[in-house]
């Protein structure tokens, strides 16, 4: 009767969220987590943001944080931080995806990377995991402009990368967001591979362009050599790691490789994707250009 008594207490007082199924949200303080988060949350959707500052944390280099973080989760979105690119995130993404769907988690979503071999060996580990699974394939984030990598080139005039005149199809990321809320909430989507992109290919020059128009200032678009690149990325103190990274993006993944359209965020989303200039004016007028 005593033991009765302790267990009825105990399930009356846990918290409806540690009842409740839920949706894991992992970068869930990210560019891309965060809205994913924010649009759930305002769907009605228990979450739990996966993040070293979440509760209970997730840390991808840290196994022991992943089956807590996994408690009571019947979807997730996954996202490998800080890019599928490095060593050993296949596996991590297998082996998480392999302990999800053992622990009663049905669903998974996948945020990859276009033209990224790594990425793609991690899409295949999902598929095999036995979940509900859904890709999307992404296309260079248009916020990485205004909210990291070349904020502070913006800011202070001039951005320089190892690109010339290779030309991406920018992707805002509100419409990833609300491609990856779709495949986590909706039915049609399990089984898909969603490759997204803007509706128009721009080079880097052009781009930046667009965003000095919007903003009402002067910058300019330099192209350097990755050598030099590299040079200035470790000379700003940035880790020798993510150096590695970086500069694999810039001279592998645009290569030209992606400049071409694909019809992902209307396949998901039955709208045509956010035109480039619409990122610029709407991120323009929150003043985030100004310095």
Do not use: C
């Amino acid at each position: 009767m005593a033991r009765l008594a302790a267990r009825y207490f105990t399930e009356a007082m846990t918290p409806n969220t540690e009842k409740q199924k839920m949706t894991l949200v992992l970068g869930g303080t990210g560019t891309t987590g965060r809205r994913v988060a924010e649009r759930l949350t305002a769907h009605g959707i228990p979450v739990r943001v996966g993040s070293r500052s979440g509760a209970p944390p997730f840390d991808w280099d840290d196994q022991a944080t992943w089956a807590p973080a996994l408690r009571n989760v019947e979807s997730a979105y996954l996202v490998y931080s800080p890019d599928l690119l490095v060593p050993g995130a296949v596996e991590a993404v297998r082996r998480f995806a392999a302990l999800a769907v053992a622990g009663g988690t049905r669903r998974l979503v996948l945020l990859s990377g276009r033209g990224e071999d790594q990425a793609q060996h991690a899409e295949q580990a999902v598929r095999e995991s036995g979940a509900d699974w859904t890709i999307v394939r992404s296309s260079f984030f248009a916020q990485n402009f205004s909210e990291k990598f070349f904020l502070e080139s913006i800011l202070r005039g001039n951005l320089a990368l190892p690109v010339g005149h290779v030309t991406e199809p920018f992707i805002d990321v509100d419409d990833i967001a609300d491609v990856i809320v779709a495949a986590l909430t909706q039915h049609g989507h399990i089984g898909q591979l969603y490759e997204v992109t803007g509706p128009r290919l721009l080079t880097f020059s052009e781009a930046v362009s667009e965003i000095a128009k919007a903003a009402g200032r002067e910058v300019s678009y330099q192209s350097v050599s990755l050598e030099q690149f590299a040079s200035a990325l470790i000379e700003g103190g940035v880790p020798g790691d993510y150096v590695a990274v970086l500069t694999e993006v810039a001279s592998v993944v645009l290569d030209g490789r992606n400049s071409y359209l694909t019809d992902g965020v209307q396949r998901a989303l039955g709208r045509r994707p956010r035109d480039f200039s619409d990122y610029a004016r709407d991120a323009a007028a929150t003043g985030v250009w100004n310095g």
